[in-house]
T-cell receptor, first 113, second 117 residues
Framework: AQKVTQAQTEISVVEKEDVTLDCVYETRDTTYYLFWYKQPPSGELVFLIRRNSFDEQNEISGRYSWNFQKSTSSFNFTITASQVVDSAVYFCALLGSARQLTFGSGTQLTVLP | ETGVTQTPRHLVMGMTNKKSLKCEQHLGHNAMYWYKQSAKKPLELMFVYSLEERVENNSVPSRFSPECPNSSHLFLHLHTLQPEDSALYLC????????????????FGQGTRLTVV
């Protein structure tokens, strides 16, 4: 069985602060993929990143960075110098041999001006 | 704009009504999905279609009936729903779901906010 846990239900930060969203997963698969999606108030889920289980290199894309730690089954997401437009619900997801995306319950991020 | 369009964006229906949700993707993808997003719960996968064939059905009540007439369109027919079915229904598509290549990301529509009264 697969499981994704996002323990932080809601986070509030002030603009320009850095914020890290936690994601912990469980799977018995040796090959799997991890994702982060952003859901703005408009509703659609916007793909942010995909990472496969054999690639533990951290990735940086502009103000976004991801820390994949296989030893702790974590795939955390950091936003540097947060902006009001970053306010959204962020979902971590896992895709394994079951061929179904398993989502976490999401973290509501509010960035205050 | 993700290339996946859902209509309507909002729907209010009584428990005895019959309505349909529509999803259209313009990405040339072969797989389409229906997800249910209830408040404070993880997204729940409802149905998966690959090349217009249903490949997954996650114990969804029969009051939800999917239809995939072609690889670009997906419908969710609703009848005699319950108030607890009120949720955001999201459609998604991906390139494919072959057994050896499941590493493609899904693209989501904006969802239909359904309220059952």
């Amino acid at each position: 069985a697969q499981k994704v846990t996002q323990a932080q239900t809601e986070i509030s930060v002030v603009e320009k602060e850095d914020v890290t969203l936690d994601c912990v997963y469980e799977t018995r698969d040796t090959t799997y993929y991890l994702f982060w999606y952003k859901q703005p108030p408009s509703g659609e889920l916007v793909f942010l990143i995909r990472r496969n289980s054999f690639d533990e290199q951290n990735e940086i894309s502009g103000r976004y960075s991801w820390n994949f730690q296989k030893s702790t089954s974590s795939f955390n997401f950091t936003i540097t110098a947060s902006q009001v437009v970053d306010s959204a619900v962020y979902f971590c997801a896992l895709l394994g041999s079951a061929r179904q995306l398993t989502f976490g319950s999401g973290t509501q991020l509010t960035v205050l001006p | 704009e993700t290339g996946v369009t859902q209509t309507p964006r909002h729907l209010v229906m009584g428990m005895t009504n019959k309505k349909s949700l529509k999803c259209e993707q313009h990405l040339g993808h072969n797989a389409m999905y229906w997800y249910k997003q209830s408040a404070k719960k993880p997204l729940e996968l409802m149905f998966v279609y690959s090349l217009e064939e249903r490949v997954e059905n996650n114990s969804v009540p029969s009051r939800f009936s999917p239809e995939c007439p072609n690889s670009s369109h997906l419908f969710l027919h609703l009848h005699t729903l319950q108030p607890e079915d009120s949720a955001l229904y999201l459609c998604a598509s991906s390139q494919d779901i072959t057994a050896t290549d499941y590493n493609t990301e899904a693209f989501f529509g904006q969802g239909t906010r359904l309220t059952v009264v």
